[in-house]
C-alpha cells in the first residue's frame, strides 16, 4: 500500500513526538511490531533505512516516511553519522458511527458552499515523499516538539490540531505536484471556463472552448472531481443565488430567473439538493446585508 489515509472528520491523537540525533551511527531502526501506533519520521540530516513487512525504505534528507499501526517494521543499515531525524508516534481516531461511505477528497477549486459529505471523506498521503520546503518543515516539526514539551493542559489537543495541519500540508504540497498531469491540467481548464461564465453552459460550448469530445471531457471531469459538469454547475449558481438572497436582490422566483432556471419549482429542488434546505428556509435561516 503506497499511501497513508487520513480521516478529513477527525485528528490524529498524539502519543509522543520527538527529535534525534545520531552522532556516530551506532543505532538502527528498533525492530517492532506497534498494535495502536502510527509512526511518522522526517530526516533532517543523514538517512535512516527502514523495512517494513518486506517493503525497504530508504529516507534521506529532506524526505518522510509513514508506518503504519499493526506491522512489523525494523531497522536495516546503521544510521549514516550525524543523522537528525523528527518522529511523531499517533493513534488513528475512534471511526465515526454515523460515516457510511468514505470516499477521497477532491483537490479541485469548488463553490463557497461546503456540504456536509465533504468532511466524509479521506485524504491519501504518499507513505514515503520529499517535502517542497525542507525549512518550513524542520520548523513547522520544531514547533511541535516545543509543545510536546509544554505542560499546559490543553496539550494533547493543541498538538493534535497542530499536527493534523501539519500533515495536511504535506497532502496539499503532494496534490498540487500532481496537477500538472494531463487530465488534471485539462479538468483545470474546465473549471476556469465553467466558473468565469455568466450562464449556464451546455456540454457542446464546454467541448467547443476546449476542442476536445465532451464525452471524453465529461468522464474525466466525473473521475476527478466527484461531480458531473450539470452538477459542478448548479452549485455555482447555487452559490450566485446565495448571494443574491444575502444582498436582498429578489425573492425566490426573481433570482430563479435570473439565474436561468426554467422554473422556481426547479430551482428550489436543485438548491435543496444541494444545501440541504429549500430557499425559503435558507433565507429565514441566514443573514442578509445590504
Given amino acids: 500500500m503506497n499511501s497513508i489515509k487520513l480521516n478529513s472528520y477527525s485528528l490524529p491523537l498524539i502519543r509522543d513526538i520527538g527529535y534525534i540525533h545520531d552522532s556516530i551511527g551506532i543505532f538502527r531502526h528498533p525492530d517492532r511490531k506497534m498494535k495502536k501506533i502510527n509512526v511518522f519520521i522526517y530526516v ?19 524526505s518522510y516516511l509513514f508506518l503504519r499501526k499493526n506491522k512489523s517494521h525494523w531497522g536495516g543499515d546503521l544510521y549514516k553519522p550525524g543523522t537528525k531525524w523528527f518522529y511523531i508516534h499517533f493513534y488513528d481516531s475512534p471511526p465515526s458511527e454515523s460515516l457510511i461511505e468514505e470516499v477521497e477528497y477532491k483537490y479541485y477549486p469548488q463553490s463557497s458552499l461546503i456540504n456536509e459529505d465533504t468532511y466524509h471523506t479521506s485524504l491519501s498521503l504518499p507513505k514515503h515523499g520529499t517535502v517542497t520546503n525542507d525549512n518550513y518543515t524542520e520548523s513547522k516539526l520544531k514547533n511541535l516538539v516545543a509543545l510536546y514539551d509544554n505542560p499546559h493542559p490543553l496539550r494533547p489537543l493543541q498538538l493534535s490540531v497542530q499536527t493534523y495541519q501539519f500533515f495536511i500540508d504535506l497532502f496539499s504540497n503532494h496534490i498540487e505536484d500532481q496537477q500538472e498531469s494531463k487530465n488534471n491540467y485539462i479538468v483545470n481548464q474546465m473549471i476556469k471556463i465553467l466558473r468565469t461564465s455568466e450562464n449556464k453552459l451546455t456540454g457542446e460550448a464546454v467541448a467547443t472552448s476546449l476542442g476536445m469530445n465532451y464525452a471524453y471531457l465529461s468522464t474525466i471531469f466525473k473521475k476527478q472531481t466527484g461531480r458531473s459538469v450539470n452538477v459542478y454547475q448548479n452549485e455555482l449558481l447555487i452559490e450566485k443565488a446565495i448571494e443574491m438572497f444575502k444582498k436582498n436582490e429578489g425573492n425566490v422566483s426573481e433570482v430563479s430567473d435570473a439565474l436561468g432556471f426554467s422554473n422556481p419549482f426547479y430551482f428550489s429542488r436543485v438548491f435543496k439538493r444541494i444545501t440541504g434546505v429549500a430557499p425559503t428556509t435558507y433565507i429565514n435561516e441566514n443573514y442578509r446585508y445590504q
Fill in 44 to 62: 533532517v540530516e543523514g538517512s535512516i533505512h527502514v523495512i517494513e513487512e518486506g517493503s525497504e525504505y530508504r529516507i534521506n534528507k529532506g
